[in-house]
């Protein structure tokens, strides 16, 4: 189909999927902010910036793109840090 087999085409729909998946972060941190009339970051954005960034990790390593696997394998330490920061926060105030 179009000129690719279907490894190809199976991995071409995991480089969307994950394409897919990293959008949606946008999608929902624009629309909580929408409902708060305010900038918010929503913990579920870094849930998908996770899934998305490890989707796509896996298609650049398949593609074996060093450029793109530095670029999402570094973006993963930085979301899992922040999502880390975020519930260390949560026990914070929890205790507090």
């Given at each position: 189909m179009?000129?690719?087999s279907?490894?190809d ?30 900038v ?20 650049a ?17 930085i ?11 949560k ?5 507090s």
């Amino acid at each position: 189909m179009f000129g690719y087999s279907w490894e190809d085409l199976i991995w071409i729909g995991i480089g969307f999927g994950g394409q897919a998946l990293f959008m949606m972060r946008f999608v929902v941190q624009w629309w909580s902010s929408e409902k708060a009339k305010q900038v918010v970051i929503p913990v579920s954005f870094w849930y998908f910036s996770i899934f998305g960034g490890l989707v796509l990790t896996v298609y650049a390593i398949h593609r074996s793109d060093p450029v793109f696997i530095f670029g999402q394998a570094l973006s993963l330490v930085i979301y899992f840090r922040n999502l880390h920061l975020h519930y260390r926060g949560k026990g914070r105030t929890a205790a507090s």
